[in-house]
């Protein structure tokens, strides 16, 4: 783990989009939830083509709306060979090595768990870049109605990987929805580098 902790970059948004630089990245252009485009989704998968490289993902919060987003784009199965949806912490553990320490430690939606999500679903998927989500959609229904929409995203690229913390605001479907939408942009950062 301490390898992958100094490889690891950690980044807090809330929310907006940071300003993307390529041209590939159009979807991840300052607007808030609009959506990466099915052109500029096709750009990505075709980098990763190109490369010979594959993508994978592991979601819990958004429980494979980021993976489906990827397969809504013909050829994907080029590039996309397995996803894994990890909802509960023993899916984590099992599916793709999140350690038990790490969960009990810091809990299941955390940074931590979001780079071992990543790290785990690249080496289990034998990939080159997985994403990872983590996170609490809601509604709120308790005394930790504080942490809804709180979520971790990760991106391991080529054993590098980068998690950032973001606070949505919305209904369940939207905080769903924009993890979906920023996770693509991680990947775009990503395939840009």
Known sequence: MENSQRTS????????????????????????????????????????????ETVTTVESLTAGLISARIADIPGASDVMKRAYVTYCDEAKHEMVGVSRQTLETYTAVSAQTAQ?????????????????????????SGPDDHFVGLVYLGC???????????????SRNEVREAAREDALCLMADALAR
């Open 9 to 52: 970059e950690i980044r807090q948004q809330d929310g907006a989009r940071r300003d993307r630089q390529s041209a590939v990245q159009d979807g991840c252009d300052g607007e808030r939830r609009t959506g990466m485009s099915d052109d500029a989704l096709r750009g990505l998968l075709d980098i990763l083509r190109q490369r010979g």
């Open 116 to 140: 071992e999500m990543a790290l785990g679903g690249a080496r289990q998927a034998h990939a080159a870049l997985c994403l990872a989500a983590t996170g609490y959609a809601g509604p709120p």
């Open 156 to 170: 391991c690229y080529r054993g590098k990987v980068t998690v950032e913390e973001h606070h949505y605001q919305g």
